[in-house]
């Protein structure tokens, strides 16, 4: 029992014991994951500077706050962090004192034993973690791929069949909720450059239409209001839907007379047929047809993200994709007033 708690005081006492505590310190708050923390601290900064820029410190050096088997831990980061997890400003205090008292501590053991001297100087090296993140950069460089070619798959299959659908943005949905929404305006417009080989070049100036589609998805799904359930998965692709029309009937409209030859057209012609001016059939079609295409797009797009990310988390358990909890959600009564869980460590956690 007495030596459990010198044991016990070692490890308070030690950069780990910090690192334990702040381990669990994030998992008593609901396992906020590393990106999140990392956002939350850039907002702060950007209140203390008073510019409101967003100086986030990267995810990978919030990762490694939380690893053991560090020579150094900076104060300053954890008081960060502590804060973020939703500490009060004493105890943020408390914390970087006692990363200081540590800090000191293994400064006046260096100056007893050397060797120790060279261990700092020289950081310790996980193959395995190195191993790791290399592979989960070939993952996303291949859902990139992937994505792109989706995007083509799409243009070709409505170009061949004639279908009254887009589904040229399959890969566009992919991109932005998987990876970021900025990732996916990039496969938007490569995507579209690249459909000029089947459309021609109608095909460019609506990728201005696939690029507001991705930020919609981008944004939308890393809010926990809008995709909490698959209802308000089924609200963020109607909205999606909304502003890629919006954006779609101006260029219909300017730059080709309200129609570009799609089957589309032919409910345009049924709406001014019934009496409506060009500008409000167009606006109805263009609305109809892109609901159907958006709802169909996000739901594939959720299927294909789902088999990307099990492979992905097969080497990489951090990685974190915004509609996880999507397909943890369960639709029975007694589950429905549960708070869906956020990530996949959140999992891990209730399973130990």
Known sequence: MEQERDDEAKSEGSFDGIVTDLRALRVNTGVVTYAEIARRIGRHRGQLNGDGVNDAPARSTVYDAFRLGRSRLNPELVGEIVRALGEDEQSVRQWKVRCYQVQASSERNCERDPVCIEDAVVPARNPELLKSHRSRYIYVGSVLAACMLLDLIGHAVVGKLHLALFLDMI?????????GPWYGVAIALLGNSAGMVIHGSMALPFALVNAAGALVWGYGVRRSAWVATFTQFFRLNFTAAIVCTLVAVPILMLGYHGGTGH??????NTFTSSGQNLLSAVLLSNGIT?????LATGFIALVVIQWCTSRIKSVDSEFVS???NLFRFSLRPTARNVWPLRDYSAVLARRV
């Open 263 to 268: 089957e589309s057209d032919q409910l345009t």
């Open 290 to 294: 892109s609901i159907l295409d958006k």
């Open 171 to 179: 890969g566009t949905a992919t991109a932005a909720i998987m990876l």
């Open 322 to 324: 915004p509609v996880d």
